[in-house]
């Protein structure tokens, strides 16, 4: 069996009872459309990502159906669907908050089925040429991805070598690795999630175009971009992402700026992301909601202040520095990843405030407290520990002053700049605790840090 090979092999049929498969764990709304299609006389299928998700055990978080209905026989068969894509026809069927994504199968070229290919520099820029179920599983991208849960019996439909690579937990793309990234380069970003999110390893094949071929990720829309960014980073499995991106030499073509920093040994700047990517990991386990600006915000920090730091240097005004180094470091990652603008502002305040942490003076303080962006700001203050020690106290010199009653917190601070340097001081900034200590012998309670 030649995994390059692109003509379908063999059907692996697994009947029911030889896999795991249980329609319990298949979504209400994902039945009904696969029923109704089915009654109607249509081939239908779960395919893709829910199909290897639900083999390995897992909990898919979206249901794709493949059938052989076109858009508009689907449209025809269900009041909630709507039709969408140019690039892609497909049906979106709604039931509540759930979408199921009807997918009808494609064809491989442009002389067999119906419908049209759009082929520009090697790239597919449009397909809706209709084929054949063997068909539609030849142009997916990796063979754990191409197997068909049938709802009329039950089985699962293997037709590329899917269970093997599922047992052998590894990511193998279906036909000529190169071939396959000319038509879409993120399918190699792809390779990177997809790898970290099931710990599979990737195929040596499939890996070895990717210094070669990363660049061609430069022609992705970055709107595009931005969606498999949080797709590698929100989902739960940042870290992993990360790491995998790095190791696979793609980083750089989607965070330049980041690449740049790790590359000059920022060590600081790489617990930074880790812890990021780790406590954003956590809250998603816990079903907590995240923000993409403070990931992105971590990922582009150590840029943005060593940029900010030169010009200050320079004896340029501290806050346009500041706003400035921001400004620039947005502009030259939105070329690649099209950051929406109501991020990059939460992005531009969280950096903004670093340098106002260190301004332990009365009111300051107190304007800073009531900040709309504090919280997050400070949260990541605290992962700038790795920086210098001084670092570390000031989170914690910053953790004490909230839990303080606003009056034992005034009376701790200096009315006045006390140096004349922006940099962070400990003696300073441990001040208040020492003084709150000497004032409230009694008290004792709001001590507690
Ligand atoms: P996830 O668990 O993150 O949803 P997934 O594999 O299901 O992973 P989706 O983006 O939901 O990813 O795509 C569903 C299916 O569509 C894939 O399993 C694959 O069969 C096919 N597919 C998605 N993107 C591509 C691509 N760029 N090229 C070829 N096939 C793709
Ligand atoms: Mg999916």
Redesign the pocket.
Known sequence: MNPKARNPQALHLIPREQHTISRKNISKAALRVLYRLNEAGYNAYL???????LLLGGH???F?VATSATPDEVKKLFRNCRLIGRRFRLAHVVYGNEII?V?TFRGTSEEQGEGDRHIVDGRIVRDNVWGTIEEDAL????R???MYYDISDFSVRDYVGGIQDLNDRVLRL?GDPAT?YH??P??ML?AA??AA?LDFRIDPEASAPFAELGPLLSSVAPARLFDESL?MFL?GHGLKSFRMLEQCGLLKFLFPATARALKRGDEALRVLIERGLENTDARVSEGKSVTPAFLFAVLLWGEVRDLAHSWTARGKDGNESWSRAAAHVVAEQCQRVAIPRRFTITMEEIWSLQPRFEQIQRKKVFRLLAHPRFRAAFDFLLLRSAESPAMGELGQWWAHAQQLPHETLAAALPLHHAGGDAGPDPVRATAPRKRKRRRKPAAGKSGAS
């Open positions: 395919v893709g990502g829910a199909v290897r998700d898919p978080k979206d794709d994504e997918a142009r997916r991208d990796f754990v991805n191409a279906i396959r038509e879409d993120v399918r792809r999630r997809l999110k797709k989902t």
